[in-house]
């Protein structure tokens, strides 16, 4: 297996699964370690542009940014950026069963056809200012209970982000959840229907009748991406989906998804997420003390982002 790196959350090193730290970039580009942690980037001033993974995304203060486990992320700041990052890892807070509580799966963070950006008003700000001060308090603190009241105040600060990115805002590459080109609708529709088999976008363009050019600028106007890494960001989600909560073989896993060579896989899995299937699925379970093969489910699902909040964060 792989070494951790010291950048993944581990509890046998005594580590606290949710962590708050002040966020300075001074305006040079900025690429944090990969984690296996989800995280929050609070942006309370400052603006610039972000990658996640292959996608190109621009914030603007008053913004939250999320980004999921094992991601790679670049941040490139136009102006001096000040604000908060919050990590924390499934064992404090599971991403894929808050869902079924408040929902937590598919608007904020596990949307692979979504834009990561949570645009806050002046109106709202205040409030995320309100949980974020509450986090760090008990982070500070740690009084009785401490890590039950920042996992209740964590979620307070999801269901608000939730409830900004429902809210019906217009979309674009800065934020959003509003109307989309009905190209693009459609096209993640097919992606749902046929992401195992099908990976070149020119198939999905023909299924779309227009030309796999006029598909791919749709999207990059759109969404700020590129049709091959929709598609291939969704194939990613069912896969560690199923290495964390299945018993299923690497092999079979790919096989699944239309990768005949395992190797090659593994080489596609590694260069998205920084490890091999093996490490992520032993690694994981192990510092889950196998929780998560409780889980029973065929696939991940991807909610519809517009779905109501209690069914899909």
């Not at 001074?26 to 942006?43: A, K, L, S, V």
């Not at 239309?258 to 299937?277: I, Q």
Request: with cysteine; charged share 25%; aromatic share 10%.
């Amino acid at each position: 297996m792989d070494a951790p790196s010291p950048h993944f959350y581990d509890p046998r090193r005594g580590e606290e699964p949710v962590r708050l730290d002040r966020l300075i970039l001074d305006g040079r580009p900025f690429e944090p370690e990969r984690t296996n942690c989800f995280t929050i980037h609070w942006i309370e001033s400052g603006s610039g542009q972000f990658w996640a993974d292959a996608t190109r995304f621009e914030f603007q203060p008053n913004s939250l940014l999320f980004f999921v486990p094992y991601q790679h992320v670049r941040l490139v700041p136009w102006q001096a950026v000040q604000g908060t990052s919050i990590r924390f890892h499934a064992n404090f807070l599971c991403v894929e069963t808050f869902h079924a509580e408040v929902g937590c799966s598919g608007i904020l963070f596990n949307d692979p056809h979504g834009i990561p950006i949570v645009s806050l008003s002046d109106q709202e700000r205040p409030d995320i200012l309100h949980q974020v001060a509450r986090l760090r308090d008990e982070q500070t603190r740690q009084q009785l209970a401490f890590r039950e009241v920042m996992l209740a105040e964590l979620k307070v600060l999801l269901i608000l982000a939730t409830r900004v990115k429902t809210s019906g805002k217009p979309a674009g590459p800065s934020g959003g959840t509003g109307p989309q080109h009905p190209v693009v609708l459609q096209f993640r529709e097919l992606i749902e229907q046929h992401y195992r088999e099908l990976h070149s976008p020119s198939d999905y363009a023909e299924r779309l009748h227009v030309s796999a050019k006029t598909l791919g600028r749709i999207v990059r106007e759109t969404l700020g991406t590129t049709p091959m890494e929709l598609i291939r960001s969704r194939i990613l989600t069912h896969v560690k989906w199923q290495l964390l909560h299945t018993l299923r073989s690497v092999k079979e896993i790919a096989r699944e998804v239309g990768f005949h060579d395992e190797l090659y896989f593994s080489r596609v899995f590694r260069k998205a997420t920084g490890c091999s299937p093996r490490f992520f699925r032993e690694f994981e379970t192990e510092i889950r003390g196998g929780s998560n093969l409780s889980m029973l489910s065929s696939e991940a699902s991807i909610p519809n982002s517009s779905d109501k909040a209690d069914s899909a964060l």
